[in-house]
């Protein structure tokens, strides 16, 4: 199965095919920096993050850029509260946003444009639209004639008409507005009196929202791309003017495939600070929800359908990644117990495929994943893969950690690694990773203060004493070393492995 996602612009389920072959252009609405990021952010960046990690998993060269909104009428309101510069509220809420995407995993975008440094071509694009007529100026402020694009409207299905007629006796246009009709949108905005300003050939200024994305997509990926993203509530106006002023500049189709998410709900109702249920990712992960957890539980659930944030929800969420986590630890803490290679041993992908598809039963696994996520990136599906998967290494790391485990045949070995392999490959596609990749002697000389010699010369003295009928002192050195945290397990073959616990 090849990758199907729902295109906005259609409504339909489509063949993902990009514009050059395995390149993949992405274009996704970044945030306005003038506060921290919250969960319905948290959402959407996951979402997206997961389809680019697919992308690449897939084979694709992916360019993913990413804007940020740094000149809004909110960070003019939020620098005057706190008595600082335009600027000094972006570089700070920039950085915070750095910080909490790399905390839940967010793989960082190739291009981050910001508005205050694309300026030249937020001005050349609003030239362009008034030399073709779509655009024009009225005492330092400019709009998009929004009746000069026809297909205005076909993003949302919004019909203008209609909306003029629900207008009617509503709007009036000889009051104060400027603007040709009510449904025209700001371009460029005069400045007023003690706003941070920019010149351009209508005076001083600044750029309307939607041209800013208009001019740092066409920058930076050309005048065509292949996906563009963003979040529901983003479809109507943002989006729908984006497509107007960048089909009308270039006179050509904006992007092939329009993916939007769906919105976060907190008990059933919409999450909003009047409401006082609205959650910045910050005090999520403060709370103690871990970034994996908050990460499971937004790919439970079907992308483009409203997210319910409960408590009840995250507990489960938090249980489900608990077995996650623990199938996936026993390659980093117990692969010295298991005799498999570190993680760090097994990049070269030939050693990679020869080790992991030694079983049918894997390769039937593997392949229903991707075709979960092939499905319009049905990540719940491809979650009761992952699940499956883990089941039978989270026995074995419940074993281990009760002090149970004695040995397991190599042949049921080798078969553990291979779906160990394929578990920590998949789970990386979904950005889960596991909260305990320490290598084993990192974690004794961090840990306990000791190294992987003493542990040995230890067992060897223990053996011996054991050979030489010693038992006081074997049992000794079995307390010694149990009181720094080493497990000791004696095996069948008369050989003793170890394990931090």
Known sequence: MS?????????????????????????????????????GHARSYIVWDVLRRLLIWQGYKVIFVQNFTDIDDKIIKRAEEEKISMEEVSEKNINAFFKDMDAIGILRPDRMPRATKS??????IIEELEQKGAAYSIDGDVYFAVKKFESYGKLSGRNLEEQQKNAAGRIDLNQESKKISPFDFALWKKAKSGEPSFNSPWGLGRPGWHIECS???????GETIDIHLGGSDLIFPHHENEIAQSETANGKELANYWLHNGMVNVSGQKMSKSLGNFTTI???LNSGISAMTLRLFVLQANYRKPLDFTQEALEAAAKGWEGINSALSIGFNYSNLMHWPKEQKIKDKAIYKKLKFNDNEFSDLYQRFNDSMNDDLNTSSALAVIFELARPLRALSNKIKRGSFKSVPESENKKLYSRWLILYELTNVLGLKAEAEDDDEEALNKQKNINKNEIESAIRERLLAKKEKNFKLADQIRENLRSK?????DKPNGETDWLLK
Not at 119 to 124: A, E, F, Q, V
């Open 3 to 39: 990758l199907r996602l729902t295109n906005t612009l259609t409504g339909k389920v489509e063949n993902f095919r990009s514009i050059l072959p395995n390149k993949v252009s992405i274009y996704c609405c970044g945030v306005t920096v003038y506060d921290l990021c919250h969960l």
């Open 215 to 221: 001019a740092m997509a066409r920058e930076e990926l």
């Open 485 to 489: 945290g080493i497990e000791l397990i």
């Open 282 to 284: 910050r005090a999520l």
């Open 119 to 124: 300026l030249n071509s937020i001005r050349r």
